[in-house]
């Protein structure tokens, strides 16, 4: 008679091992996430091709490297081989030859090619940063390789460091921005967690206070703050990746509003917005611009600590045909940010927009380096006026859309509360957020819907499997990808779509951007919702998704 491996084992071993494996796997799960929130794309290769047509196979890779190369970030790259990774047989070549190098070089090498998409548009120029990965033995285990988007390179100085002193700065830049764009992609995802309760309840309940017009006004406000703060936290995540976002003809007007708004809000300082009437369209990266605003914005908020006013203006500019510094002969828009606080010492000009200059004793010298950042990658130029003790001019000059006569008028944003809808149908909530859980199913209780919820992968796939058995499954499945210990969401829908392919689940996520929804489409999600939503928006997609025809 066979025995399983825990069949002589005690009680108290048993439990030990299902624990320890318990804690593996929550130790699992907390290493994806914070791998996924690396914004260079990630891949983990075989020491030695398996497969000499394919080359070394992938053997995990992290989300960013996924979304660079156009495949599906929950999937990933596992399975493909280095050869479908780059562009052609030069770019291999390089790529393999970085591999040889990495290990005769002590583990480290770096080399430039091209990673092919598998979404049919063109392919990447990137940095392959390969590092071989040895045992206490010196045994090769496998490759670790970094994907980044190539930057354009700035003109060598004449005097340059020791190229030792050189790796060291550069690695430990490239470091620090890493784990800032970590950082940021993780508090937006955690912050968009905080809203979503907030948010489902506030907007419900002021569709239940309209006969109270003064409360109403008052909820209004309050629910248009959230908004900009989802707007904020989604700026957050896309300017977070790696991948450049393109410059668009952008409106300021409607922009400065809403920047100002939002970073001078509980300040004691009076913040002034005007701008020319004929206002050219600026060609920006809107994210990126609106984060250089709110910047300076709330830099001279903090030079005024005993408030005051400040102006935020934006004119039409033309650079002349000689040209202005880095600026390009043609029409520009400068927009103007000016305080009147303690004001920049002379000395300290050349050093403003340097990484480890700060003045402030809790700064971290980032903030107005960013900025320029921001603003260089936009072809423009921001230059700085202050005079102590009077106040401090920063402008921004950015490089105008072609054609752009004048702005377009645009409606103010609709910031009110999208409307209830009631419907009939079962809805299955899987969310291990228990306010945002209990909050939703209340909510949809209220519409008309019977609703199911648990906070975990394997518990949903028990309950539909139960449902769709006694002939009653849910209409609707609304699918948090980001659940706590055992399997994530995608894992679930994929579980339930093996058991019924029919199943209606729409994923629910903070971390899910325009650019890759359509990823988790056809991944066999029939929608996305994405976090935080309001009450209505919560009820406007299940009643859709609910009255569907199923799919057979």
């Known amino acids: 008679m066979t025995t399983s491996p825990t069949s002589n084992a005690s009680p108290s071993s048993v439990a030990e091992l299902e624990q320890g494996l318990e804690q593996l796997k929550v130790a699992n799960y907390y290493l994806r996430v914070a791998l996924d929130q690396v914004s260079d794309g990630l891949v983990i290769v075989e020491s030695e091709a398996s497969d000499a047509k394919c080359g070394p196979k992938v053997l995990f890779s992290n989300a960013a490297a996924a979304m660079l190369a156009g495949a599906d970030p ?137 006969e109270q017009p003064e409360l109403a ?31 668009e003809p952008t409106d300021l007007a409607p922009l400065m509003r809403d920047t100002v708004e939002f970073a001078g809000a509980g300040s004691n300082v009076h913040l002034c917005v005007r701008h020319d009437d004929q206002l050219r369209l600026a060609l920006v990266d809107p994210v990126k611009l609106s984060q250089v605003l709110q910047n300076l914005v709330m ?44 004001g920049i010492p002379k000395e300290n000009f050349d050093r403003l927009f340097r990484e480890s200059f700060t003045t402030k004793p809790d700064g971290n010298g980032i ?51 999208v409307p209830l809808k009631h419907g009939k149908g079962k809805v299955l909530i899987v969310d291990d957020e228990d306010d945002l859980r209990k909050v939703a199913q209340m909510i949809l209780t209220r519409c008309g819907y019977e609703v199911v919820q648990c906070d975990n992968g394997q518990d949903a796939v028990k309950i539909y499997q139960s449902l769709f058995r006694s002939g009653t499954p849910p209409d609707v499945v609304l699918m948090d990808l980001t659940l706590r210990g055992g399997m994530n969401g995608t894992e679930t829908a994929a579980e339930i779509l093996h058991l019924d392919p029919d199943a209606r689940i729409v994923c629910t996520s903070g971390s899910v951007t325009q650019e890759v929804q359509m990823i988790f489409l056809e991944r066999g999600f029939v929608g996305v919702l994405p976090k935080p939503y309001e009450a209505g928006e919560l009820t406007q997609t299940v009643h859709q998704v609910a009255t569907m025809m199923r799919r057979s």
Request: hydrophobic share 35%; charged share 20%; with cysteine.
């Open 74 to 210: 929950e999937t990933g790259l596992r399975g493909l081989g280095l050869n479908d990774l780059v562009a052609g047989d030069r770019d291999a070549a390089i790529l393999f030859q970085s591999l040889r190098q990495s290990i005769e070089n002590g583990g480290c090498h770096e080399c430039e090619c091209h990673l092919q998409s598998l979404r049919t548009q063109a392919p990447v120029a990137c940095t392959w940063r390969v590092r071989a990965v040895f045992n206490s033995m010196r045994k090769l285990l496998n490759f670790t390789i970094l994907i980044r988007p190539s930057e354009r390179k700035e003109p060598e100085k004449t005097e340059p460091k020791p190229a030792a002193t050189d790796d060291l700065d550069a690695q430990s830049v490239q470091l620090r921005k890493e784990n800032l764009a970590a950082l940021a992609q993780g508090i937006a995802h955690d912050v968009n967690n905080l809203l979503g309760p907030v948010t489902v309840r506030l907007s419900a309940l002021i569709q239940q206070v309209q």
């Open 217 to 247: 006004q008052e909820l209004q406000a309050v629910f248009a703050g959230l908004k900009r703060a989802k707007t904020f936290t989604s700026q957050v995540v896309t300017a977070s990746k790696a991948v450049p976002r393109k410059h």
């Open 299 to 342: 830099n001279g908020i903090q030079a005024m600590p005993h408030g005051g006013y400040m102006d935020v203006e934006a004119h039409n500019h033309m650079i002349g045909a000689a040209g202005d510094g880095a600026l390009k002969p043609g029409p520009h828009l400068r927009l103007i940010v000016r305080d009147r606080g303690c």
């Open 367 to 417: 903030g107005l380096t960013t900025c320029k950042r921001f603003v260089d990658e936009m072809g423009g130029e921001i230059r700085v006026d202050s005079t102590p003790n009077v106040g401090t001019e920063f402008s921004v000059y950015l490089p105008a859309a072609e054609g752009s006569a004048t702005t377009q008028v645009q409606k103010p944003a609709d910031t009110a509360p």
